[in-house]
């Protein structure tokens, strides 16, 4: 028999207790005070002092298994809480992206780490294109027109230099997504755009592992093919978003 709260998929009586009882385990008992750069804070004082309304927050996303413009929960697991979010056409999920990261704000990015084109050791997260080889170099064609799939694989994932990658449609994306191949594993904090010497976007995102995990300083460079990929959602302010695109969500 299917819970009745499961299946209206609304938290149970017993929720917030189950999740203080885990979050007491891992982390610790919740502090009643705290002292932090010479100036004491409860926890709920702390959260005012940031100055964030999550009000002002919206979350999208881009899949065609749903209407343009209206909202919807995405069917993965960490969103255990059914969370609805703005579906916009990929192209505009890219858009919207680098318009608030143009404006000087940063992005929330939410999506899949478990690909072999993301490699926070070297910095860098691609998605390579190996199926089509005319597009590559002179001599990186002769030799790939050489080898079958899995060594062309090998060779585009010693990074050591840039590669051609996959033209992501929204097809191809939720093919990614329906197939289960397209994961949501983690979320980074996108802070800008940089492009390399062959004129490729990638995005700077900025991981939770510590600014020692990496050559990089903590950070790694998302192509802009991998972002169209294998982005389940990001979260941005509204007031990062444009005015017709406001207007399209009806947000205020």
């Known amino acids: ?57 919206v979350e999208l996303t881009s899949f065609t298994h749903k209407p343009y413009y209206e909202t919807f929960s995405p069917e993965v697991p960490d969103n255990w809480e059914n969370q609805p979010m703005y579906n916009l056409p990929l192209d505009e999920l890219i858009g919207a992206i680098d318009y608030a990261l143009n ?17 926070f050791k070297n910095g ?22 050489k080898m079958p799939k899995y060594q062309r694989m090998d060779e585009v994932f010693k990074f050591e230099h840039p590669y051609p990658e996959i033209n992501v449609t929204p097809e191809i994306r939720q093919d990614g997504y329906e197939k289960f ?41 998302m192509s802009e093919s991998y972002v169209r990929a294998k982005t389940i959602c990001v979260m941005v302010h509204k007031d990062s978003l444009p005015k017709e695109l406001k207007k399209k969500l009806g947000i205020q």
């Open 1 to 57: 028999m299917v819970d009745a709260n499961i299946e209206s998929k609304k938290r149970t009586l017993q929720f917030d207790a189950l999740i203080n009882n885990l979050f007491d385990i891992y982390l610790g008992k919740l502090p009643e005070k705290f002292t932090y750069k010479g100036k004491e804070y409860t926890p709920q004082s702390f959260t005012e002092s940031l100055g964030l309304n999550m009000d002002d927050y």
């Open 103 to 119: 404006k000087g704000y940063t992005v929330c990015w939410d999506g899949d780490v478990s690909e072999q084109g993301f490699s």
């Open 124 to 145: 860098i997260a691609i998605n390579p294109q190996v199926e089509d080889v005319k597009d590559y170099s002179t001599t990186d064609r002769a030799r790939f027109e």
């Open 181 to 221: 191949v397209t994961t949501d594993d983690h979320l980074m904090h996108i802070t800008g755009i940089v492009k390399d010497q062959n004129g490729t976007k990638y995005y700077i995102t900025k991981n939770s592992w510590g600014a020692d995990s990496n050559k990089s300083g903590g950070y790694l460079n």
